[in-house]
């Protein structure tokens, strides 16, 4: 590929292993530079294809994107090359990036006659079943249980 040719929307899409669609909000975001315009043909340069691969490759490494934003603008052209060809340069993930836990209902508002069983399906992961619980629920637990060997 050489540094003039330009790619279609559709062609620069398919290249990156992505979509139009993903391409065209990229460029809402800031992430890519907005392309060229050229009376009807829009043109998109090699540079936007080297960024998408770069987001691409940072997004493997679970990084959100704005987070891809600052790395990007940090990053020299070398660098964001070596990073779209090789993944070399990939930061490691900053662990406030974890994902959140999920919000246990407010015990207040649970009525006090209410019984709800908790069981561990792995570490970090569990399933409360409550004793009113409809019978679909319970039987769907009972299924969850089973597959995870703790019925």
């Known amino acids: 590929m050489t540094e003039a040719q330009t790619f279609k929307l559709d062609e620069l899409a398919r290249a990156a292993g992505t ?3 993903t391409v065209r909000y990229y460029v809402q975001r800031g992430l890519l530079p907005a392309p060229a315009f050229h009376g009807k043909d829009t043109a998109y340069g090699r540079d936007h294809l080297v960024r998408l691969k770069a987001i691409r490759r940072l997004q ?5 994107l704005d987070a891809i934003a600052v790395e990007l603008e940090r990053l020299t052209p070398a660098e964001l090359e070596r990073l779209a060809d090789t993944g070399e340069g990939v930061p490691e993930p900053p662990a406030q990036l974890e994902p959140p836990r999920p919000r246990r209902p407010s015990r207040a508002s649970a009525p ?3 019984v709800v069983r908790r069981f561990e399906i792995a570490p970090g992961l569990t399933l409360e079943v409550a004793d009113d619980a409809p019978a ?4 769907l637990a009972e ?3 089973k597959l995870a060997g703790r019925s």
């Open 136 to 139: 679909d629920a319970s039987a």
């Open 19 to 21: 979509s139009p669609r």
């Open 143 to 145: 299924q969850i249980l």
């Open 60 to 64: 493997a490494a679970y990084l959100p």
């Open 112 to 114: 006090a006659s209410r």
